[in-house]
Structure formats: structure tokens, C-alpha cells
């Protein structure tokens, strides 16, 4: 599996062609990360759950950012093997 970055102005193009994201990428790196439904770790999806740290669509993501002061910068999808 590989990962490809998409930037914020082509995330809604990924997510309409059925593409799940493995983790959202905020502006503040050192922040914990944002996980989406492809995030393969069940423990660590779990947490981030508990966490407010996990979203499926842009806006959630949004949301949880905005939680954390900060913003989504891009999103990480798993593409090809």
C-alpha cells in the first residue's frame, strides 16, 4: 500500500469518487492525528474516537480540527498495493 496526499482543494473530488481517508492532515503538525475510516489500527481508531479525533467527511474533520486549533491541510489516502 502506498499513500498519496491530496490538498484541501481536491479532498471533495477523492470523497465523491468513494475514497476513504486514512488520516487528515491539519496545519499544525505536532497535533495528534485525525483519523478517517481507512485507518487500519483498531486500537488507535478507537481512541482517536474517544478522542474527538476521528471524522468520515470533510466537515467532521472540519470540526475536530477547529477543536484542536487548528485547520485540515490535506488528506492521506491508501491507493494501489
Known amino acids: 500500500m502506498f499513500i498519496e496526499r491530496v490538498e ?3 479532498i471533495p473530488a477523492a470523497l465523491a469518487a ?3 481517508v486514512y488520516e487528515w492532515k491539519t496545519k499544525d503538525p ?3 492525528p485525525i483519523v478517517g475510516p481507512a ?3 483498531h486500537p488507535g481508531r478507537n481512541r482517536a474516537k474517544r478522542e474527538n479525533r476521528y471524522a468520515e467527511t470533510l ?3 472540519q470540526e475536530a480540527a477547529a477543536g484542536m486549533r487548528t485547520e485540515i491541510v490535506a488528506a492521506l489516502f491508501l491507493t494501489g498495493s
Open 59 to 61: 466537515e467532521a474533520a
Open 8 to 10: 484541501i482543494e481536491n
Open 39 to 41: 485507518y487500519d489500527d
Open 18 to 20: 468513494g475514497r476513504a
Open 30 to 32: 505536532h497535533q495528534h
